[in-house]
């Protein structure tokens, strides 16, 4: 479905829904292609475009045509550069406050879709870009993507989740000096600290997400949907919790008709057929 373009972003026009201003939505078969679309202020996030990225991605959960989603920025410069600044100076406490909820309860649609959601970052992922990357399923980088925190430099710390999801991702300690600093890191560093899954040339970027999320599209949709579901909600609770939980989820895939497939075609030596049942 990628061009051989060295641009990291496939063709885009809004198909739906069709009231975005500042986000493309694109369906190509079972994936749907979401692209922050601002290049000339590198993609960064006011108000319009957290509002924007909510109703592609509450599109994308509802279409059961849909298997999965690739998120990544318009141009080859960044993903998402972090909020837009001329509007974040003139907001106050309170409207700082309902701002960062708003954000979070965006990313935390995208985390849990239900869905797999790859982050194809093709330049600088900074502030809510890399918390949004981080609210994605998985990450893939282009090879001169560039990662931070740079919060503190304004006076302010991640409001969009980063204080939470980059020490579970990276650790406690590589997390704080990069919040505390609010340092840039290359995708390679990115990569090395687990922040990112791959790193790629630029001209692959779509393409090695879009091989992903076909093979992960292969696999059962109900397995993968409380796979998912499984890791995140474990995430917050005990060990206990999260065994007793996995073993529900266990218990749910066993009666299905994909469970009866998916052994039944393991045994004939062929591939299964798996119709989401």
């Known amino acids: 479905m990628a061009s051989g373009a060295a641009t990291a972003t496939p063709s885009i026009v809004p198909t739906a829904p069709p009231q975005l201003a500042n986000v493309l939505y694109e369906k190509k078969g079972a994936i749907a292609y979401v692209t ?3 290049p000339k202020v590198l993609n960064a996030l006011n108000t319009p475009t957290w509002t924007d990225i909510k109703s592609a991605f509450e599109a994308a959960k509802s279409d059961p045509s849909v298997l999965g989603v690739i998120l990544t920025g318009a ?43 790859i982050a194809a970052i093709n330049g600088f992922a900074l502030g809510g870009g890399c918390e949004t ?25 991640p409001g969009g989740g980063g204080t939470q999801r980059l020490p579970r991702l990276v650790g406690k300690g590589r997390a ?3 919040i505390l600093t609010g340092d840039t890191i ?11 899954n791959e790193v790629v040339p630029t001209a692959n970027l779509i393409a090695r997400a879009e091989a992903i999320l076909k093979q992960i599209a292969a696999n059962a949709p109900i397995a993968v949907k409380f796979s998912l579901e499984a890791a995140n909600k474990g995430l917050e609770t005990s060990q206990a919790e999260g065994f007793a939980l996995e073993a529900s989820y266990f218990g749910i895939c ?14 004939e030596k062929r591939a299964p057929q798996f119709h989401g049942r």
Request: with cysteine.
């Open 133 to 157: 990357a981080m609210a994605c399923t998985i990450r893939i980088a282009a090879e001169h993507a560039k990662f931070g925190q740079p919060e503190v430099k304004l006076g302010l710390l």
């Open 176 to 178: 704080l000096q990069l």
């Open 254 to 267: 066993a009666a299905t008709e994909d469970k009866k497939e998916g052994t039944s075609a393991f045994l």
């Open 186 to 196: 290359s995708a390679q560093e990115a990569y090395r600290i687990g922040l990112v």
């Open 36 to 38: 922050v679309n601002r």
């Open 75 to 117: 141009g080859d410069k960044a993903f998402i550069a972090g909020a837009d600044i001329s509007e974040l100076a003139h907001v106050d406490a309170y409207e700082a406050e309902e701002s960062s909820r708003f954000g979070q309860s965006v990313l935390d649609l995208i985390e849990n879709l239900g869905k797999p959601v």
